[in-house]
Structure formats: structure tokens, C-alpha cells
């Protein structure tokens, strides 16, 4: 690929992600509370296959299998010290997945420490989002998805991280919840609109919003994304539809087909880049590809 994503959405392209990754690791045996990551290392041949499936079902770009890899997360398994070769080889076992066909997105998650709560210091934080951004880029990646944020102070540290230790195109995403207003904001109070200048001013080249919400909900947010941001890419990754419980399990409802018909709310309200997380499949992926190309 002669260019990067940004340089894709600006020549007009509506680009499309990947869809979720925890639930196909279970789904290929990945026992309750085990280090999904350490499958990087133990699995391979089963994470490669993840991104291969999403490539084959038409993904443009895949994430890596590393959301959990950073140092806090790392250390609830004793795995702490195995950070950076861990990382290494989410980016590469995508990688090699991905080829010359895909750009490789690797995620980096929130490590589960509040700085309001003095639970760790911005020091701290800095350096463990660093060496996993240098991890992931020595494995291949082509951008950082930092994804699934709350506080801004964070995700913040994350993007500088990111900036100022390597080369990598930088994509981060909050989740947002619906309040009883009917207000979109995080856990932490963060509405939309208030990400956009402390994160680009930090070094995010695309913003966006992942998990907490269907599809039909993310054009809300997307909505105003878009009002707050004029001209910088919007990456959308939502669920297949608000989970169900059946039978004592969290069921996320929405069909391939029915995902898919919001593509074009989603576009119309500012998406450039779309993709599922949570509950979503190879299968919803195909459908949201078919349904960008119609729209072209």
C-alpha cells in the first residue's frame, strides 16, 4: 500500500475495519480468566487466523491482539516483564496476516489505573503506553488503535506515548454510554465534543467511538464528532446491536444485514472508517463492505 489511512480518507475513500476479537478467541477455546495475549505467544497459529478471517471478509485493516498488553494489565497474569515481546508479536502474527493487502491497526486499551485516583502517576503511565507502542511498531504495526477510553487525561498520555516514540499513525476512540438525558458520555462525565481538541492537540490523527452502542445509536455520536471536528477522520467500531441476556449470557442480537443498515446514517453522519467490535463477526464485516460498495 502506497498510503496511509489518513491519506486514504482524504482521497475519499470510506474505509472498512475489523470486527471483534475477544469473542473469536473463545470461541477457539481460550479458557475464562486467562491472559488473552499470552495466546500471541502460545497460539499463534489461532491469532494469525483472526486476522486472516477479517481480511478474507473484506477488512482493509486489522486490529492486533494486544488490548490488554500493557504492563498494569500484564502483571494480574505475572506476565509484566513479557510486555514488550508480547506486543511484538500481536503486531507481527497481524502482520503477517495482513501483508501487503491490509494496514495493521494494533490496539492498545486503558490499563485500568485512574490518575484522578492517584492510582499511578502520569510518568508511569507514559512509559508503559510507550513500550508497548514501540513493541507494536517493531512487529509491523502501521497505526495504533488506542481504543475504548473513558478519561481524556489517559488517553492523552497514551497518544503522546505514541508520538513521541514512534513513526505510527495514531487512532484513538472512546466508548460512550447513553444517560437518562439522552446524552452520550463515558464513565468519566466525557461527552463527544470534549475529546476532540485535548487529543488532537496531544497527536491523534483520527479520532472515533467503540463498543457501548449499536450501530444505530453510534450515528448519534458520530453526529456530533463530526460538529466538534470538521476535518479529521472518524473511525467507528460498534456492536452487533445492545446485548441481550438468554440463558444467564450476554447475547449481542444484531444480524449481519441489519448492522449493515446503517452504513449509510453512519456515512451521511461524518464515518470514514467503519467496523464492529463487540459480538460482531467475519460475517457482519462482509456486509458492511457490500454495503460501502453500493453506496460507491
Keep these: 500500500m502506497n498510503k496511509n489511512i489518513c491519506q486514504r480518507v482524504k482521497a475519499g475513500e470510506i474505509l472498512v475495519s475489523d470486527g471483534a476479537w475477544g469473542t473469536f478467541l473463545h470461541k477457539n477455546g481460550l479458557p ?6 499470552k495466546w500471541n505467544l502460545d497460539r499463534p497459529d489461532v491469532v494469525r487466523g483472526i486476522a486472516a478471517a477479517y481480511i478474507a ?6 486490529e492486533s491482539n494486544s488490548f490488554g498488553a500493557s504492563r498494569f494489565k500484564l502483571q494480574h497474569y505475572g506476565l509484566a516483564a513479557m510486555a514488550a ?6 503486531a507481527r502474527l497481524s502482520r ?5 493487502k491490509a494496514h495493521v491497526i ?13 492510582d499511578v502517576t502520569e510518568a508511569e503511565l507514559y512509559d508503559a503506553f510507550a513500550e508497548q507502542a514501540v513493541a507494536l511498531a517493531a512487529g509491523g504495526a502501521d497505526a495504533c488503535c488506542i481504543e475504548t477510553f473513558a478519561a481524556i487525561d489517559e488517553a492523552v498520555c497514551a497518544v503522546k506515548a505514541v508520538k513521541e516514540n514512534t513513526g ?3 487512532i484513538c476512540t472512546f466508548t ?9 458520555r463515558t464513565m468519566m462525565g466525557t461527552t463527544p465534543a470534549d475529546i476532540v481538541g485535548p487529543l488532537t492537540e496531544a497527536g491523534a490523527d483520527i479520532l472515533g467511538t467503540n463498543c457501548g452502542n449499536g450501530s444505530e445509536r453510534m450515528v448519534e455520536i458520530v453526529t456530533q464528532l463530526r460538529a466538534a471536528a470538521p476535518a479529521i477522520p472518524i473511525l467507528v467500531h460498534a456492536n452487533a446491536g445492545m446485548p441481550v441476556n438468554r440463558g444467564g449470557v450476554d447475547i449481542f442480537p444484531e444480524t449481519p444485514a441489519e448492522m449493515a443498515a446503517h452504513v449509510p446514517a453512519l ?7 467503519i467496523g464492529g467490535c463487540c459480538g460482531t463477526t467475519p460475517a457482519h464485516i462482509t456486509a458492511i463492505r457490500d454495503a460501502i460498495r453500493a453506496i460507491k
Design 32 to 37: 475464562p480468566g486467562t491472559c488473552p495475549e
Design 57 to 62: 471478509a473484506g477488512s482493509q485493516m486489522v
Design 85 to 90: 515481546e508480547i506486543n511484538a508479536a500481536a
Design 96 to 100: 503477517e496476516a495482513a501483508g501487503d
Design 106 to 118: 494494533a490496539s492498545i486499551g486503558p490499563t485500568g489505573k485512574l490518575l484522578l485516583m492517584g
Design 168 to 170: 505510527l499513525e495514531i
Design 176 to 184: 460512550f454510554e447513553r444517560t437518562l438525558q439522552g446524552e452520550y
Design 267 to 273: 456515512i451521511k453522519a461524518g464515518a470514514n472508517i
